[in-house]
């Protein structure tokens, strides 16, 4: 599997408490896969995809190399390593990255990890339909699909089949990154085209700053208020910054 890599050489694998969504809070592991389908100019995570050579903009303008920023590991591998950051009771959560751009091996690993962990969350952008060896296995999506703000097409970012399978899927909710007011209406036309119940939309705040998120979160209050959605900040940013694994 293609992980993304600390400086030290190891795959990202951390214990942290899940900042964002409807387990927010929850005692986690998470891991960091790379590579990424999507291009988002406010990614918090271009080591992921931001290659050298590549033309993708983004607010910072780093590019990055692929030697440097993946590291390779086999379910096996990984399994002993994420065992060995757990403590009872901690959930697993994947995220990238694009997680379902890896389901083939991602499918063995967490065929691995379930009896080892109290549920399995996958964070993604929602353009991959998962297939049913990994379903099976996944007790929350987190689906996070990119808006106009993301500066990605929308023949990229909006895909029929993927979002329509996570609108009927009970164990998906959908956290959408908003930038200004006029993201809103974007989320109301997606809320409709797939008939996504409200109860499973979460807005959050762009922001990799305390005073960034601030900013946003109480008029996002409001709205969510008002349109029967949930509000999710970013607990890991409060906390500790936009400070990465180390």
């Not at 890599?5 to 951390?14: C, M, Q, T």
């Not at 030697?67 to 403590?87: F, G, N």
């Not at 993927?162 to 908003?178: I, L, P, S, Y």
């Amino acid at each position: 599997m293609k992980l993304a890599r600390l400086p030290d050489g190891s795959p990202e694998v951390f214990r942290t408490l899940q900042g964002e969504g409807p387990s927010m809070g929850c005692p986690a592991v998470f891991l960091r896969l790379s590579l990424c389908n999507l291009h988002c100019v406010w990614c918090d995570t271009p080591f992921t995809w931001n290659w050298e050579g590549t033309p993708w903009p983004h607010l910072d303008k780093r590019k990055f190399s692929k030697s440097d920023y993946i590291v390779e590991q086999t379910p096996a591998e990984l399994t002993a390593t994420l065992e060995s950051a757990s403590r009872p009771g901690d959930r697993l959560v994947i995220t990238g990255g694009e997680p379902l751009l890896q389901q083939g091996e991602l499918s063995a690993l967490v065929t691995l990890l379930s009896p080892n962990f109290s549920a399995i969350e996958i964070e993604t952008n929602g353009t991959q339909l998962p297939i049913p060896a990994l379903d099976s296995h996944i007790a929350q999506y987190n689906v996070s699909p990119k808006l106009a703000n993301s500066q990605n097409a929308p023949e990229l970012r909006i895909q029929e089949k993927a979002m329509k399978f996570f609108a009927t899927c009970e164990r998906a909710f959908f956290k959408f990154v908003v930038v200004s007011q006029s993201d809103l209406k974007e989320v109301e036309e997606l809320q409709q085209r797939f008939e996504i119940p409200a109860s499973r939309i979460l807005l959050m705040p762009e922001g990799r700053s305390a005073e960034a998120l601030a900013k946003s979160r109480s008029w996002l209050a409001q709205e969510c208020l008002d349109h029967g959605y949930r509000l999710t900040d970013r607990l890991h940013v409060q906390l500790w910054g936009d400070e990465r694994a180390k």
